[in-house]
């Protein structure tokens, strides 16, 4: 595999395994370095349109108690304004922060041997007792420092919209190219994977250009085989010859997104805040591609 472009040298990492669930790659590692002029090559237009998918379920993360009372319990509140998929919806509370967890009055237990960023944080299944509305996440517990610093979180399939105190869950929509917050999933930071299905009528050198992105990673499978990890942008054209074939060849370019936008700090002020502020006003890296991927020969 080759990249072609007259710069300083970057690299790339091939590799021919890949777990995604830890964002880290498994498999003995090549390294290789640009040097090459680009290639006189035409751009393949014979291709499926350009299919966007989440590789996990969205997240809301809710950073402020609305209530607290002596006795150490202490509520959340999010709102959903739309009739979505309340089957889908779990939510993951850190362990340390409470002994008696409730969402709408309804108490619910962990989820067994299932937890969300790591084991600390428990999962438990809230859709049957979620609604259209504003919801109430009720934490009974011994208050302790663990609750300043840990969100609560929302799990689902959603999208969020900016709102006067945080978020608010709306319907799923359809992803386009741009970034992530943008388009209801500002605190996503697992994958997203951009795909099409490229119709070859020959094989010969094949080149792949990944326009500007942003995001931790980004990982190449070729007809469901491993071939590029990046960790930089590159404006060359990556050979991708060896893993093409003559007829119809699936593309599918995982986009990495960053830990630092589901668990913060998401408020750039040297003010404390005691309440969410408009959901403006939060921060996130930057996260998407900007434009489709490109084939060549």
């Known amino acids: 595999m080759r990249l072609f472009r007259l710069i300083p040298a970057l690299m790339l990492i091939m ?13 003995e590692d090549t390294q ?13 237009t014979e291709h499926t349109p350009l299919l966007i998918t989440p590789d996990d379920s969205n997240v809301l993360a809710i950073c402020f108690a ?25 939510m993951a509370v850190h362990s340390g922060t409470a002994t008696d967890n409730r969402i709408n009055g309804h108490k619910v237990t962990p989820i067994p041997a299932s ?20 919801n109430t996440i ?10 300043s610093v840990h969100p609560v979180y929302v799990i689902g399939s959603f999208h969020l919209m900016t709102a006067e105190h945080g978020f608010v869950i709306s319907k799923p929509s359809v992803l386009q190219t741009g970034d992530w917050a943008g388009q209801g999933m500002p605190f996503y930071a697992e994958s ?13 050198r094949t080149y792949l250009y990944i326009p500007d992105w942003t995001g931790e990673k980004i ?11 990046l960790t930089e942008k590159t404006e060359d054209w990556i050979d991708i010859s060896s893993h093409i074939s003559s007829g119809e060849n699936r593309i599918d370019i995982k986009l990495y997104g960053w830990r630092e936008n589901l668990t913060g ?3 750039l002020t040297d003010t404390v805040l005691v309440a969410s502020p408009d959901g403006r006003q939060y921060t996130f890296k930057p996260t998407g591609m900007q434009s489709e991927f490109k084939l060549r020969q």
């Open 265 to 267: 700090p998401f408020f």
């Open 32 to 44: 290789l370095s640009l040097s090459f002029s680009p290639p006189d090559v035409s751009v393949i």
């Open 15 to 27: 590799t021919t395994g890949c777990r995604f669930s830890d964002h880290s790659c498994e498999g």
């Open 66 to 90: 609305s209530t607290q009372t002596d006795q150490g319990e202490q509520s959340y509140v999010f709102t959903i304004d739309e009739d979505i998929d309340f089957s889908t919806l779990q």
């Open 115 to 134: 937890f969300f960023t790591d084991t600390n944080y428990l999962l438990y299944e809230i859709g049957p007792y979620t609604n259209k509305g504003e």
């Open 192 to 204: 997203i994977t951009y795909s099409k299905i490229y119709d070859i009528k020959q094989t010969g």
């Open 219 to 229: 990982v190449v499978i070729i007809n469901k085989a491993v071939a590029v990890q």
């Open 138 to 147: 009720s934490l009974l517990g011994k208050a302790t420092a663990e609750r």
